[in-house]
């Protein structure tokens, strides 16, 4: 079953903090994660059928691209209710 860049869309834009894990692309057996959000974010709408979603690296405070077809987990907690 593969995830939806739609469904991983969705929870960026309405949580503050939705962990992404996915593989490394470059590197076999190599496993990245970390915490994204797209919540008052300066970026155009992105396809939702995109292949590599854009979304800002809360941690390392910069741009990430993901390949949705690596994504392997994300969870995401919307902020209304915390």
Same mark, same amino acid.
């Given at each position: 079953m593969s995830i939806q860049a739609q469904t991983v869309? #969705? &929870?960026l834009k309405v949580c &503050?903090?939705?962990?992404i894990v996915f593989k490394s692309l470059l590197t076999s057996n190599k496993v990245h994660i970390g915490h994204y959000t797209l919540v008052d974010k300066p970026?155009? #709408?992105q396809a939702n059928d995109t292949e590599t979603i854009v979304a800002w690296d809360i941690e390392n405070e910069k741009w990430q691209d993901i390949r949705v077809s690596t994504i392997t987990q994300f969870i995401g907690i919307p902020d209304g209710s915390k």
């Open positions: 869309l #969705n &929870s &503050s903090d939705v962990k970026i155009q #709408n």
